[in-house]
């Protein structure tokens, strides 16, 4: 199985956009849409630059696929296009699919122990609530975020001339017209699609205006990333 579109939008609301490297609760550094070392290249300790958009995309395609072929050889029964976009989305997020309890109690076929199980993966505190979505996605088949992700500002220094570089992207929004506005709404025929400047266009294609013409280097210190 792959991926569906909504569950891939709803994977990206639960890890958030964010294209220069950070630590996360686990003191882990990370990029992109929750790159991290453990998924492959590039290594985020190492990765100074800003990522432009459209590489935070296509990086992620990439980790989602490997996380997708986990889950698909972790089961051994046939699951629901929701419930296998929750275990992707869980994978992605704890990396135990294959010694998590709940995926042995849906091998055995007992999808109702499973969902609970879910909740056995609690720490730290703050990702409880990512968990109860999953758990809700997998046992109701329930998308919770509107296909709606943060998109959370590059941290840079300032340009030669002093001024804010032109690519930040404010705050204030995730919506606004230079980010992409991330849709998941099948009634609205959306899927996971992006609109930019009035054009629709997939999500993973959405790229940033160009940087300033003076490239600065990145602030050591990350941007906070939400749960």
């Known amino acids: 199985m792959k991926l569906s579109k909504q569950g891939a ?4 609301g639960h ?11 686990k003191n882990i550094w990370t990029i992109g ?21 459209k590489e935070v ?3 992620f395609q990439k980790d989602m696929q490997k996380y997708a072929d986990d889950v698909n050889a972790a089961l051994k029964v046939p699951v629901s296009q929701t419930e296998f976009d929750a275990l992707v989305s869980f994978h992605f ?24 199980q879910f909740l056995n993966w ?20 329930t998308y919770s975020n509107g296909g709606k992700a943060k998109l959370v500002p590059p941290t840079r220094t300032a340009s030669c001339s002093g001024k804010r570089p032109r690519s930040s992207i404010s705050p ?38 160009a940087h300033a013409a003076c490239r ?7 941007p906070p990333r939400p749960i």
Do not use: C
Not at 9 to 12: D, G, N, P, S, Y
Not at 216 to 222: D, E, N, Y
């Open 216 to 222: 600065s280097r990145l602030l050591r210190s990350p």
């Open 172 to 209: 204030r929004s995730s919506t606004r017209r230079d980010a992409p506005r991330l849709n998941s709404n099948p009634a609205a025929g959306g899927g996971a699609r992006g609109t930019r400047r009035g054009s629709s266009m997939p999500f993973w294609s959405a790229a940033p205006q």
């Open 57 to 59: 995309f296509k990086l």
């Open 122 to 141: 609690k720490k730290p505190p703050e990702v409880m609530g990512r968990r109860k979505k999953e758990q809700k996605l997998f046992a109701e088949g």
């Open 15 to 25: 890890e958030a956009i964010v294209q220069t490297r950070y630590r996360d609760t």
């Open 93 to 116: 997020n704890t990396g135990g699919i294959n010694k998590a309890s709940l995926v042995k109690s849906i091998n055995a076929r007992d999808k109702t122990t499973a969902a609970k």
């Open 33 to 53: 849409v929750g790159h991290t070392k453990a998924a492959g290249d590039p290594d985020p300790a190492a990765y100074t630059e800003m990522m432009p958009l």
């Open 9 to 12: 939008m709803e994977l990206i």
